[in-house]
């Protein structure tokens, strides 16, 4: 895949693999990411003002035109493996990362509190989730 077949194939993919409901104007999405065959298995949650643009974003900072490789590109090793999964993703079949949007917070509430429940809330479930936080705040899940 060159890299301006790759930059088309990410816009068509922002309109078709971004579920947002009704954007509000002035709001955060609080979103996950999953492989689109499993959506109830989220791999990242993450907050944005503009879902399309970040899911672009993501899909390109993976940068699927190069070859099969560790992102070296990718400046926080921290962040690698969500990079490595959606090239993972891929390479096989083709497929990019699926992004739903889980709420929109309101603009003078803290986007920051709402991601960290949300990932809260899918690491009580079992999710296994990529975010760098994830291992922090996973060490914060009482035990049963």
Same mark, same amino acid.
């Given at each position: ?8 194939s990410i816009s ?8 947002? &409901? *009704?954007?509000? %104007?002035?709001?955060?999405?609080v979103y996950t990411? #999953?492989?689109?065959? &499993?959506?109830?298995? =989220? ?5 944005? $003002? ?5 899911? #672009? ?19 926080? =090793?921290?962040?690698?493996? +969500?990079? *490595?999964? @959606? ?7 083709? $497929?990019?990362?699926?992004m739903w949007v ?5 603009? &003078? #509430? &803290? =986007?920051?509190?709402?991601? %960290?429940?949300? @990932?809260?809330?899918?690491?009580? %479930?079992?999710? #296994?989730? /990529?975010?760098?936080?994830? /291992?922090? +705040? ?7």
């Amino acid at each position: 895949m060159g890299k301006s077949f790759a930059a088309k194939s990410i816009s068509a993919a922002a309109r078709s693999h971004v579920h947002a &409901d *009704a954007c509000e %104007r002035g709001g955060t999405a609080v979103y996950t990411l #999953a492989d689109p065959r &499993d959506l109830q298995s =989220p791999r990242y949650v993450g907050q944005t $003002r503009d879902p399309h643009a970040r899911f #672009a974003q993501h899909v390109q900072t993976a940068r699927l035109w190069l070859p099969d490789e560790v992102p070296w590109w990718v400046r926080s =090793p921290k962040h690698r493996p +969500l990079y *490595a999964w @959606i090239r993972e993703l891929n390479r096989d079949g083709g $497929r990019l990362p699926f992004m739903w949007v889980e709420e929109w917070v309101e603009p &003078d #509430a &803290d =986007p920051l509190v709402a991601e %960290r429940a949300a @990932i809260m809330r899918w690491l009580a %479930r079992g999710a #296994a989730l /990529l975010n760098a936080e994830a /291992l922090k +705040l996973g060490a914060q899940l009482p035990l049963f």
